[in-house]
Structure formats: structure tokens, C-alpha cells
């Protein structure tokens, strides 16, 4: 497995009520020497949780003990910008598994899905909501529901249901990534090529 399976998810949320958040805002280029999945959560929104000398800014929702969860709750076209993968390995090494917005970058939410961090787009409406929620208690439980496609607010049942690709699905609930699906049908392939003439 390349990550841990992703099923039901419940967990509180960190909410991030800001549009159009870019890669290079979620993890900016100078930090992408890196080639490896490790260590990039240190530097997750790297220039809006720190001042020039590391120092935390307090105002930021990541330095805010107040919210915490598996679950970030992010603007309207989260992911645009550079295809760089590393904003989601940055966001997977962080802790979080899943992304809640009411719209994602194509390539943002392939990267996501390929690690192991599952992108839920929900409607604008429900998005506000969940943001409504989170402010007024932010120990706010939200389920996230991948085998019924559906994400829901704990406290009120209020729940939508979300889309993802069939085999993009089935590598989640598994924990694959691509090469562990090949690994996993390799009888499969073998068969299908002993009966295939050349």
C-alpha cells in the first residue's frame, strides 16, 4: 500500500475561507528540491503561517489551536496554478486526508488522488455551510463517506454527495497508488498475455 485506505473519515475540520488558493501558495517553490514524500507538511502555506524570521504568525488558522481535524475546508478553485505534486504531498504530510471545496484544479486533485488525500467538491451552498458550522463550533465533527460518495455535518445530518472517478475510487479504498494496482492484477496481466499471440 502507498497510504493508509481511506473509507469513513470523521474527523473536525481547519477551515480556509480564501478563493483561488495556488500551489505556490500551498507550498512555495523553494521549497520543491525535495524528492521524496517526507517533510513537506513543515512547510504548508510556508509564507501565511510564518514571518520572514520563522517566527508563527498567530493569525493564521494553522497556528490557531482552535481548529484542528484531518480535514481541510478550503475556497472556491483550490489547487489552481503550477502542476507541481508537491502541494499535495504537502498537505498529505501534514495530516490532512481530505480537502473539502467547491471546486478543484484538475491537475491538484489528480495529485491528490494518486496519494492517498481524497478532494470532495460540494456545492457553494453546502460549502458555506460547512464553513457557518466550523466558525460557530469549531469542534464541528463532519463525516466524510467514501464508498457512499457522501460528506456530512454530524451535528445537523445535513450531508451532499460528491464524485470520484470509479478507479480512482477503488485505489482509495485500497490504499493503492498506480503501480500497487498494476502489482495488484499481476496474475490478471500474466494470464491475459500467455493467452495473447504475438
Known amino acids: 500500500m502507498a497510504y493508509e485506505p481511506f ?26 528540491k525535495a524528492t521524496e514524500r517526507v517533510g513537506f507538511g513543515d512547510n504548508l502555506f510556508r509564507d501565511w503561517r510564518y514571518h520572514q524570521d520563522d ?6 488558522v494553522l497556528n490557531d489551536a482552535t481548529f484542528s481535524g484531518k480535514i481541510l475546508v478550503g475556497g472556491k478553485n483550490f489547487g489552481s496554478g503550477s502542476s507541481r505534486e508537491h502541494a499535495a504531498w504537502a498537505v ?12 478543484f484544479a ?7 488522488l494518486n496519494i492517498g488525500v481524497l478532494p470532495v467538491q460540494v456545492s457553494e451552498a ?6 457557518a458550522a466550523i466558525e460557530a463550533v469549531p469542534k464541528t465533527e463532519i463525516i466524510v463517506d467514501l464508498p457512499q460518495q457522501k460528506i456530512t455535518l454530524s451535528a445537523t445530518g445535513a450531508s451532499e ?10 485505489n482509495m479504498l485500497n490504499g493503492y497508488d498506480d503501480i500497487d494496482y498494476l ?4 496474475s490478471e496481466i500474466e494470464n491475459f498475455a500467455a493467452q495473447t499471440p504475438l
Open 106 to 112: 484538475d491537475i491538484f486533485r489528480n495529485n491528490c
Open 161 to 170: 454527495h460528491f464524485d470520484i472517478n470509479d478507479y480512482k475510487k477503488e
Open 55 to 60: 517566527t508563527p504568525k498567530a493569525d493564521f
Open 183 to 186: 502489482t495488484n492484477i499481476k
Open 126 to 131: 453546502f460549502l458555506a455551510n460547512l464553513f
Open 92 to 103: 498529505y504530510d501534514y495530516g490532512f486526508r481530505c480537502v473539502v471545496s467547491s471546486f
Open 7 to 32: 473509507k469513513v473519515l470523521k474527523s473536525t475540520a481547519v477551515p480556509l475561507p480564501i478563493e483561488n488558493v495556488d500551489t505556490d501558495q500551498i507550498i512555495p517553490a523553494r521549497f520543491l
